[in-house]
């Protein structure tokens, strides 16, 4: 018998295998568990370099998978003022004049993470901008990341005069006059205005993203799904992946707009995978947001949005996903809304199940009473991020409810419902959205409320998923969503050596505990990626 590289013993192993739910031991070869089962079973497989690590008091679990984040999109505004928290436009007002100060006339200033709340009611945002950096070129990420201000000199150096064509609902929004506003709505819209802002330099891009990947395998990552087209990914993750600096897998998905169909579906059928990572699905987007007021509704918003899908014909979007099918290809859309997702499963329904991996649903936030089962039915995932959660007030005070209105404010997030009618729920962050770190989102699933805060009541207790459940999410249901349950998810022979070490027991501590259990070791493709300091 050849011998084990790694061999782990003496832990307590949450298998997510009903054939054997615990083990204590188990053996590595080749980025292959070879033996799950006691130290007796992992014995003959030892040999002189057989790397041996005594576990006591540790738990292992598979790999732990975001399936859905936005690397380099976190990347590109590293250097970017954080805005979050500031819900008054005196506070926001004030963050600007403080950082243009330091800049030079021409430097742009840049933020993410701001509030719907801080934004000038006037909605004269490029005036509001022009005043607050002093004319210099500004980007303002909104929350969302589907929404954006950009002030008078950055509009310019944009390109940006008046209202563009994207082929679908994003725009650039204009006055009466047809002079832009400085808000920039929906994806389309608002990459084509970023576009104008300085990237980092391609060294430290490299840099950034080294660390990045490293600090997500501190946290117990084995894997990511990157469900966009962010100029330079493939040719980041080829660099670090040649330096042995890749710590995780990827799995992308390259956006499609109604306007690029031909050229997505060309480009994806000539993906060619690599060792970390792959192209295994194709992103949609059928609608946007709820803080935004485009999420597609059943029934207009409290501001009467909510409409309009974002394919200006759903027959479009429906043929891409055939197209996309007909490839081998699974699809993930972003559907925020009721209609979106009732939308979203019918397509599904009426091009059938993809040859490889399964459709997904992307956030999933509202759902109609008769769209829960057809998750299960129709072999759909629902991709969803309970942190998202975090900016949802139990008093309902905040945007995301006040644009809904009781009672649909109240019935947001329905994870538990879909796990009840036999569906599957696969979790992440939507970084950089909402933090990474997966034992947060974890905690945030089954608290409904933010894990740090311990004196908020939860948001619709009544979802809230088990301890199982949520590393289920991670794991089992992450691969099942991409049709990885034969090779991952599970610690069982034969599986891919992924996995992940606690120095805790995520199915054992109280909810408000898991955020902060140590990760004592990552190990990907059988290979330690991270290992704490002792």
């Known amino acids: 018998m050849t011998a084990a590289d790694l061999v782990i013993r003496g832990a307590t192993v949450h298998t997510m295998d009903p054939s054997r739910p615990t083990a204590e031991a188990l053996a590595v070869r080749d980025g292959l568990i070879v033996a799950v089962g006691d130290a007796d079973d992992v014995r003959p497989h030892i040999g002189a370099r057989t790397e041996v690590i005594d576990a006591s008091g540790l738990v292992v679990t598979p790999g732990l998978v975001d399936s859905h984040q936005h690397p380099m999109h976190g990347i590109a505004d590293a250097g970017a003022i954080d805005a ?36 000038p009611a006037n909605g004269r945002f490029a005036a509001f901008l022009d005043d607050t950096v002093s004319g210099r070129p500004a980007f303002l990420w909104l929350m969302d990341s589907h929404n954006a201000l ?144 485009s999420a597609w509704l059943e029934h207009p918003d409290c501001a009467g949005d909510g409409t309009r899908p974002m394919w200006m014909d759903v027959r479009q979007y429906r043929d891409a996903v055939r197209r996309v099918v007909e490839i081998g290809l699974p699809c993930f859309t972003h559907a925020i809304g009721d209609r979106a997702v009732t939308e979203v499963l019918d397509a599904y329904q009426a091009v059938g199940r993809p040859k490889r991996g399964r459709h997904r649903v992307e956030h999933a936030e509202l759902l109609s009473d008769n769209d829960i089962s057809r998750f299960a039915e129709l072999d759909v995932v629902a991709s969803m991020q309970p942190t998202h959660m975090d900016w949802t007030l139990p008093d309902h005070s905040d945007n995301w409810s006040q644009r809904l209105g009781a009672p649909r404010c109240g019935h947001g997030w329905r994870c538990a419902d879909i796990v009840r009618a036999g569906g599957r729920v696969a979790l992440g962050s939507d970084w950089p959205v909402a933090h990474y770190d997966p034992r947060v989102v974890m905690a945030g699933a089954r608290l409904r409320r933010p894990a740090a805060d311990h004196g908020r009541e939860p948001v619709g207790e009544d979802q809230a998923l088990t301890a199982v459940q949520s590393l289920a999410g991670y794991t089992t249901w992450a691969a099942y969503g991409v049709g990885e349950e034969q090779v991952a998810g599970r610690v069982r022979e034969g599986f891919r050596a992924d996995l992940t070490v606690f120095g805790g027991d995520p199915l054992a501590c109280p909810a408000e505990e898991t955020a902060d259990l140590p990760v004592a070791m990552t190990v990907v493709d059988g290979r330690v990626a991270h290992r704490a300091q002792s």
């Open 150 to 293: 950009m002030s008078t000199k950055g509009l310019q150096l944009a390109g940006i005069t008046g209202p563009i064509s994207f082929g679908d609902r994003s725009e650039i929004m204009v006055d009466d006059q047809g002079v832009p506003t400085g808000q920039l709505h929906e994806m389309a819209a608002v990459m084509h205005g970023y576009a104008a802002v300085p990237p980092p330099s391609a060294d430290d891009i490299a840099r950034l993203a080294a660390t990045l990947f490293a600090d997500q395998a501190a946290c117990g990552i084995t894997g990511i799904h990157v469900p966009d087209s962010w100029s330079g990914t493939e040719a980041v993750l080829d660099a670090l992946d040649q330096q042995g600096h890749l710590p995780l897998r990827v799995l992308l998905a390259p956006w499609m707009f109604p306007n690029r169909v031909e050229d997505t579906v060309d480009a994806v059928r000539t993906s060619r995978a690599r060792p970390k990572w792959r192209t295994g699905a194709v992103k949609f987007f059928l609608d946007g947001t709820i803080d935004g007021g």
């Open 84 to 119: 979050a928290g500031l819900t008054s436009v005196a506070g926001l007002e004030d963050l600007l004049r403080h950082v243009s100060a330091g800049l030079p006339p021409e430097a742009w200033v840049v933020v993410k993470g701001v509030e719907y709340s801080a934004l």
